[in-house]
Nanobody, 116 residues
Framework: QVQLVESGGGFVQPGGSLTLSCAASGATASIDSMGWYRHPAGPQRELVARKLSGGGIRYGDFVNGRFTISRDNAKNMVFLQMNNLQPEDTAIYFC??????????WGQGTQVNVSA
């Protein structure tokens, strides 16, 4: 089992920045990739950013160079630096990890609100 705890959400004005953090504990040696998803007002969770085990990175189409994902393997943490936030970025952001065996784990989520 892997436990994921997010932090860093909050309120920010349009154009502002936030950094989300996610700390993993438990069976961290089994973690293959880690990333971030978000759940806006719509029904589906969407990919924000994922750092793959081979070092590759995938971003959601809406990111447009505004967000940067990074991972500290020694500390079992993943970060999401978000710049130029816009109201449409308002959502609950979830940390995700995928184990070597393909099992998904999710954090409890952290709320990001972008408004004037």
């Amino acid at each position: 089992q892997v436990q994921l705890v997010e932090s860093g959400g909050g309120f920010v004005q349009p154009g502002g920045s936030l950094t989300l953090s996610c700390a993993a504990s438990g069976a961290t040696a089994s973690i293959d990739s880690m990333g971030w998803y978000r759940h806006p007002a719509g029904p589906q969770r969407e990919l924000v950013a994922r750092k793959l085990s081979g070092g590759g990175i995938r971003y959601g189409d809406f990111v447009n160079g505004r967000f940067t994902i990074s991972r500290d393997n020694a500390k079992n943490m993943v970060f999401l630096q978000m710049n130029n936030l816009q109201p449409e970025d308002t959502a609950i952001y979830f940390c995700n990890s995928v184990s070597i065996g393909g099992r998904n784990y999710w954090g409890q989520g952290t709320q990001v609100n972008v408004s004037a």
